[in-house]
């Protein structure tokens, strides 16, 4: 290798070098770290509310037979969970609070559904002795549980996240490249999807 070809490469190396802790002193790989943790905790909230529309149809199926004529009830919650499903889940959801908005309101509108089909279902004992029904009702409670723990994590996770945008002088860091505040669940639509469906068929 050449002296010149030597320097070159030296120069290269102290550049980057350079660079690296610039970056890393200013907070950019922060930035990365606790983006892809907000990113984690979304898709795990995302897959509990797949789980939950996943186990719909087998429960709208298993009352209607032995309510069919609670027709009004079983397709709110058909149209209900098509609205919530058919919402497109894009990476840009976590930085649209508009999108977000939307998906909190489709989400929230699928829980209303499901409460009042269960609160219907508490009107038919042989329903509620049906063996397929008393394992999803346990699965769906599991699931609704599942959907707190997961909502709670993305909201921990944003809260961090958002304080590191805020905070001095990483948001200038922010500003250069392009890392906004993250939307988070708000505190109204939190009373309204929080709260599981009545699944208490022992009474």
Known sequence: MTHSLFSRWFRFLSVAVLATTLLSGCGYNEFQTKDEA?????????????????????????????????????????????????????PEVLNNPEAFQKFQQVQGELSGALSRLMAVSEKYPDLKADTSFRDLQSQLEGTENRITVARQRYIAAVQDYNVTVRKFPNNLTAMVFGYET??????????????APTVDFGK
């Open 38 to 90: 907000v990113k984690a905790s979304w898709g795990e909230v995302v897959n509990q509310y797949q789980r939950r529309a996943d186990l719909i149809p087998n429960l709208v199926n298993t009352v209607k037979g032995y309510a069919s004529h609670e027709r009004e009830t079983l397709e709110a919650v058909t149209r209900a969970r098509a609205q919530a499903t058919s919402f497109q889940i894009t």
């Open 182 to 195: 993250k939307p988070s669940f708000t505190v109204e639509n939190e009373k309204a999807i929080s709260t």
